[in-house]
């Protein structure tokens, strides 16, 4: 909870509703919402930068006031390494040592991770492509624009409209680029992103500016001379973000990088069950599945389609599916169910029978009033005796990878 008001510990009214105009122009929906006496995040975190105030959305699992302020930088720094995993990006520990520092904030992080990874990409060689070109030439070079040339140049018989291919570095690709540049540019502030920024401008300066509304992202194409580009990409298009419009001053600048964090949280666990089953003969389908709940006769049209988080196969057979979940589970001696929602559990028996699978999970993340054990419960579906069983269970985002994977195995029962 933000709060607001006219206190010395409350932000004021006309921050908070900048807040909430740059939250609302988002993508995802929920960022913010407007309380009694305060504003309330939902299940995103990011950064949300308005003007005269940056606003960071922290994971919520943990509890700043349990654990006091000092807390915030390892949940902040958990947070990074959640994102550096999940947009393949490379993190270590300077990129994470100014973080306590007033001079150092999430935004500033993100900045550096997206700058190092362009940088990298672009010392290979900016990505060029074949452009057609139309010219008035006192020689043929390409062909011939019949069109142009007996109509606008019929009373200029000394040149000839011609249209060629040239190779050269202003494509799409490169101008959205630039595009994330410039953004970045405006907003960073720690010494390091600006010198990497203006050096990144130096190299794009050919590249001709588009603005932001017009950049043709249907146009970028990957392919395997620019796959090394797939990460960037997407990381671009949370960058660029448009401006938002206020009443009275018109267009305004604001910023928003937000992510959902239920998917974050799957995407994470996906990435790493991947790599604590290579070897094992069991592989991770993320988003699978595709079949429907119920099918309607004559022509047994599917509806309700059903895609769980994650599938656990072997070969072809689906031994085990996942369902994570970014919420805070309770003790089992304080609720038997554990805060766990009863859709939930229908959910669960349904992908059950669905896809003929008797072993399911759910996978919260855990914290620190469960106690120092992490929690496996199994539950037996609908029988006392089975042989269906559920799951509940949590694992540490605080372990280092090499507890995570021994959990992640352990879970999949192959530790």
């Known amino acids: 909870m933000l709060p607001y008001g006219e206190k010395e510990d409350e932000i004021p009214l006309g921050i908070a509703a900048r807040l909430m105009t740059v939250a609302d122009a988002s993508d995802i929906p929920d960022v913010l919402r407007y309380e009694r006496h305060g504003l309330r995040a939902g299940s995103v975190v990011g950064i949300i930068v308005a003007p005269g105030v940056e606003l960071e959305i922290l994971p919520k699992i943990e509890s700043l006031e349990q654990h006091g302020t000092q807390a915030s930088d390892s949940i902040r720094s958990r947070l990074v390494h959640m994102l550096a995993v999940v947009l393949d990006m490379t993190v270590d520990g300077g990129d994470l040592a100014h973080m306590g520092t007033q001079d150092e904030t999430l935004l500033e992080v993100v900045i550096r991770l997206f700058v190092r990874r362009l940088c990298e990409a672009v010392r290979r060689g900016l990505p ?147 790599v604590a089953l290579e070897g094992t003969g069991l592989h991770v389908v ?36 996942i369902d994570t979940k970014w919420k805070r589970l309770a003790r089992q001696e304080n609720d038997p169910r ?23 999970m759910l996978l919260y993340p855990h914290h620190a009033r469960l106690g120092g054990n992490l929690v496996r ?34 879970l999949c029962d192959v530790a």
């Open 286 to 321: 993320v988003q699978g599945g595709g079949d429907y709940a119920l099918y309607t006769p004559p022509d047994n049209r599917g509806v309700f389609l059903t895609i769980p988080d994650i599938l656990i196969k072997r070969d072809d057979k689906i031994v085990k599916i």
């Open 128 to 274: 060029r492509r074949y452009v057609e070109q139309a010219d008035d030439l006192p020689a043929l070079r390409g062909r011939l624009d019949a069109i142009r040339q007996f109509s606008v140049l019929a009373v200029s018989p000394q040149k000839l409209a011609c249209r060629y291919d040239v190779l050269g570095c202003d494509t799409p690709l490169n101008q959205i680029m630039k595009a994330v540049v410039g953004r970045l540019l405006q907003l960073a502030r720690a010494t390091d992103n600006q010198k990497r920024l203006r050096e990144l401008a130096c190299i794009y300066a050919d590249v001709s500016p588009v603005p932001v509304a017009a950049l043709r992202w249907d146009a970028v194409t990957v392919d395997r001379t620019t796959a090394r580009w797939t990460t960037l990409i997407e990381l671009a298009h949370r960058l660029l973000h448009k401006p938002y419009q206020t009443t009275s001053n018109g267009a305004t600048q604001g910023f928003s990088l937000l992510f959902d964090m239920n998917v974050l949280f799957e995407k994470y666990i996906a990435y790493w069950l991947r």
């Open 338 to 360: 554990q805060g766990v929602k009863q859709a939930d559990i229908y959910q669960m028996m349904a992908y059950g029978r669905i896809y003929d699978c008797p072993h399911l």
């Open 377 to 410: 419960n199994l539950h037996r579906i609908a029988r006392r005796a089975g042989p269906d069983v559920l799951e509940i269970a949590t694992v540490n985002l605080s372990d280092n990878n090499t507890g995570l994977l021994h959990r992640l195995r352990q």
